[in-house]
T-cell receptor, first 112, second 111 residues
């Protein structure tokens, strides 16, 4: 059983389109995250949700909207995709009192 | 502000020890982490150390923390080809809910 699963694994789309990436964790963790990894492999946090509540919203364009229907799911919707949105997006989860995050295997988004 | 710095590349011969270094700026860090990312994969937590410790050993991995200098290192003994990956240093901050990652050190193993 995959602990943190993201779909799709690969996403190729045209500029201007709207797309969603889904994330689910079966670890019972309270907190979920989205990170963006650029072409140089640099990782930046985008959002964090704790029990469906938005905790962290770093300086991310309004075109990015996370949605957490329940604490096991955190989806990322992106409107009006731009070339610069091409990256690998990682979902992660964590539990208070435990150390570190558990990461999904990433979604490689390519905007053409 | 929060910042984690590490060199971007390291080449090591197979069988030698690899030492990956990292510096961080926030003195209120609680935990410091090492993550490994293999090509095309997500990040895997390798080990972590609480900021009041100075050393942790786990099989081939040794983590050293110099809190005064805000310096963290990861030593991999007897480096193997399977150790080839990007290694991320990261810190979590007291009262904050996020982990800050360094830019990653790409470890290349020479035959």
């Amino acid at each position: 059983d995959t602990a943190v699963s993201q779909t799709p694994k690969y996403l190729v789309t045209q500029m201007g389109n709207d797309k969603s990436i889904k994330c689910e964790q079966n670890l019972g963790h309270d907190t979920m995250y989205w990170y963006k990894q650029d072409s140089k492999k640099f990782l930046k946090i985008m959002f964090s949700y704790n029990n469906k509540e938005l905790i962290i919203n770093e300086t991310v364009p309004n075109r990015f909207s996370p949605k957490s229907p329940d604490k096991a799911h955190l989806n990322l919707h992106i409107n009006s995709l731009e070339l610069g949105d091409s990256a690998v997006y990682f979902c992660a989860s964590s539990q208070k009192g435990a150390q570190g995050y558990t990461f999904g295997s990433g979604t490689r988004l390519t905007v053409v | 502000g929060e910042d984690v710095e590490q060199s971007l590349f390291l080449s090591v011969r197979e069988g030698d020890s690899s030492v990956i270094n990292c510096t961080y700026t926030d003195s209120s860090s609680t935990y410091l982490y090492w993550y490994k990312q293999e090509p095309g994969a997500g990040l895997q937590l390798l080990t972590y150390i609480f900021s009041n410790m100075d050393m942790k050993q786990d099989q081939r991995l040794t983590v050293l923390l110099n809190k005064k200098d805000k310096h963290l290192s990861l030593r991999i003994a007897d480096t193997q080809t399977g150790d080839s990956a990007i290694y991320f240093c990261a810190e979590s901050i007291i009262g904050d809910d996020k982990i800050i990652f360094g830019k990653g050190t790409r470890l290349h193993i020479l035959p």
